[in-house]
């Protein structure tokens, strides 16, 4: 299966967060491709922990650099947050119910990471604009 890939259309000029979204994408590449390449339930299941715990610090990040600079925009950023953080936890449960099939990489190709791409994009780009005005 295709990496996916970080690329300028999500830079969104802030070293920290853009570092971060980077690591994010990182992390998401790395549990599909411990189920591309059959690593076993046991590190597949290490990837998807390092996958959450990495969602988990970002996000709480990027609400704190939020609050820090009086962005009005939090509570929104938060929900959709939190919708991300679901959408993980219930793949994690699939994938604790049934195992790591395809169906999982493709989760998370075609629906965590065109979520991400598509918040970071609108919601963390407007950000942006807002802490560089
Ligand atoms: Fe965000």
């Known amino acids: 299966m295709k990496k996916i890939e970080w690329d300028k259309s999500l830079a969104t000029g802030i ?3 853009d570092y971060e979204h980077k690591m994010l994408i ?5 549990v599909i491709e411990s189920i591309d390449k059959n690593q076993g339930e046991g590190t ?3 990837t998807l922990d390092f996958m959450l715990d990495y ?3 970002h996000f709480s990040n990027e609400e704190k650099f939020i609050s820090s600079h009086g962005y009005p925009g939090l509570e929104y950023q938060q929900q959709q947050h ?3 953080k679901d959408s993980l936890n219930k793949i994690i449960l699939d994938f604790q119910q049934d195992g790591a099939g395809k169906d999982i990489a493709l989760q998370i190709k075609d629906f965590l990471f065109i979520w991400l791409k598509k918040h970071i994009m609108e919601v963390d780009h407007e950000l942006a604009q807002y802490v560089k005005e």
């Open 15 to 17: 070293k920290s967060i």
């Open 26 to 30: 990182e992390r998401l590449n790395a």
């Open 44 to 46: 597949i299941a290490k």
């Open 55 to 57: 969602t988990n610090f």
């Open 82 to 84: 939190r919708e991300f």
